[in-house]
């Protein structure tokens, strides 16, 4: 199972990550400062308009240090569609460290972690394991 946490997002409102049991979760951590995670990001916004419909959401945990003060700019910037939260070392912990940017769970339905993705992937390698877990 993949672990709990309530963080805060852009405008303030708490997201809880099992708020979206029943959905496909694609759970993207990044820093502003990383330049694989910057390259992701349109892709990301597009798996989203793509398949938010069919019962999947990317959510993104930023590891930015200087917290929204890059971050918020940067998702305005870049028109992002999903919510984007700062994380903090009880949410790395939780998921046994965050030891590089980005990594990107696929969360099935139940919760369970079905597949991690450390470094940068293309929109079709992430379509290969959402499609089978959505299939489930």
Not at 70 to 87: L, Q
Request: aromatic share 10%; with cysteine.
């Amino acid at each position: 199972m993949a672990p709990d946490f309530t963080l805060s997002d852009a405008f303030g409102r708490a997201v809880k990550l099992s708020d979206f049991r029943g959905t496909v979760v694609l759970l993207n951590f990044w820093a502003t400062w990383c330049v694989p995670c910057r390259a992701e990001v349109p892709s990301l916004v597009d798996f989203q308009q793509a398949y938010g419909d069919r019962g999947v959401q990317v959510i993104g945990v930023s590891v930015d240090e200087d917290g929204w003060k890059s971050v918020k700019p940067f998702i305005e910037a870049r028109h992002v569609n999903y919510p984007v939260m700062i994380g903090n070392a009880d949410v790395a912990r939780a998921f046994g460290g965050i030891e590089s940017v980005p990594m990107t769970l696929i969360i099935d339905r139940s919760g369970r972690i079905a597949a991690t993705h450390r470094g940068l992937y293309e929109k079709d390698e992430y379509e290969s394991d959402v499609r089978a877990v959505l299939n489930e």
